[in-house]
């Protein structure tokens, strides 16, 4: 089993749309968790990180985590075309040497 | 402006041939990594060091190898034994882990 599983999509939706992007994983000891967003040929950019259980806001984006249910969801509202990109789940625990990546999905933004 | 720069943008590589990717870092972090990304893959840890002079393996060091001599530059060869090796490849540095990753613009290496 992965240590993180995420929804390859491909993910397409109108743009104004509420877009819900979603990772599972398996290791209850992750604390840090973050969402990178990845444009074409791009190297990722750090977009969300929260620490624990929670939500955190950041203009039109929300990070959610359930440490329950170890699932984290990041919400993008008033999707803009400017948006489509990769988005990469990334999570490590307090001890860890390295950041486990989701797979990533990819989104796209129809004007 | 402080960053990471990764160089070059593309490589090809002949069969049987060493290539060596460069990563340089301006931010006067400690740790600095190298992953390889594939379609479907997500990001894999090849090696990372968080100090000079010393480096550790990540999960899919076969094929590869690295020197941190300098705080600033942690080097990536792909050697001949690498025998998959195109890919997107990408170095990233942290302040601390807690602080997420810094990312490079990556270098595509394709084999010809």
């Known amino acids: 089993q992965k240590e993180v599983e995420q929804d390859p999509g491909p993910l397409s939706v109108p743009e104004g749309a509420i877009v819900s992007l979603n990772c599972t994983y398996s290791?209850?000891?992750?604390?840090?968790f973050m969402w990178y967003r990845q444009y074409s040929r791009k190297g990722p950019e750090l977009l969300m990180y929260t620490y624990s259980s929670g939500n955190k806001e950041d203009g039109r984006f929300t990070a959610q985590v359930d440490k329950s249910s170890k699932y984290i969801s990041l919400f993008i509202r008033d999707s803009q075309p400017s948006d489509s990109a990769t988005y990469l789940c990334a999570m490590i625990s307090n001890t860890g040497n390295q950041f486990y990546f989701g797979t990533g999905t990819s989104l796209t933004v129809i004007p | 402006d402080g960053g990471i720069t990764q160089s070059p943008k593309y490589l090809f590589r002949k069969e049987g041939q060493n290539v060596t990717l460069s990563c340089e870092q301006n931010?006067?972090?400690?740790?600095m990594y190298w992953y390889r990304q594939d379609p479907g893959q997500g990001l894999r840890l090849i090696y990372y060091s968080q100090i000079v002079n010393d480096f550790q393996k990540g999960d899919i060091a076969e094929g590869y190898s690295v020197s941190r001599e300098k705080k600033e530059s942690f080097p990536l060869t792909v050697t001949s034994a690498q025998k998959n090796p195109t890919a997107f490849y990408l170095c990233a540095t942290t302040r601390g882990t807690v602080y997420g990753y810094t990312f490079g613009s990556g270098t595509r290496l394709t084999v010809v």
């Open positions: 931010l006067n972090h400690d740790a």
């Open positions: 290791n209850s000891a992750f604390q840090y």
